[in-house]
């Protein structure tokens, strides 16, 4: 429950002269978090190494200018669940190709 406030006070203003607007968008930056990693994907637990590479795939083809750097990462969470060599040298070619968009996609916002 949050206090209330008396008629006789002013509205509280925002630190550093900052609209809730600002504050909006900062919350939503959050998001963007390296090592951000979807809740759905926590609650339905380890998948098994073959749904891991299947999901990493899915991720690597749907991923978006938007989306790379979550993406990236819930891609590298998948990748430490798969237990094999063999297993991860197949995940290395979608992977190496997020990695790449991010870097195209890093130089094209700083030109």
């Known amino acids: 429950m949050t206090p209330r406030r008396s008629a006789a ?3 509280r203003k925002h630190p550093k002269g900052s609209s809730a607007k600002d504050t909006d ?3 939503s930056a959050v998001k963007n978090v ?3 990693v979807p809740l759905t994907s926590l609650k339905q637990g380890a998948p098994e190494p073959a749904a891991a590479l299947d999901h990493i795939r899915v991720i690597y083809f749907n991923t978006t200018e938007r989306t790379i750097h979550a993406d990236l990462a819930h891609a590298i969470e ?3 669940i798969l237990p094999s060599e063999e297993a991860r040298e197949k995940a290395t070619v979608y992977m190496e190709g997020l ?3 991010r870097r ?3 130089r094209k916002d700083r030109a």
Do not use: D
């Open 99 to 101: 990695a790449q968009m």
């Open 34 to 36: 390296a090592g951000f």
């Open 25 to 27: 968008s900062r919350r």
């Open 9 to 11: 006070e002013p509205p």
């Open 104 to 106: 195209e996609w890093a």
């Open 78 to 80: 998948l990748l430490k």
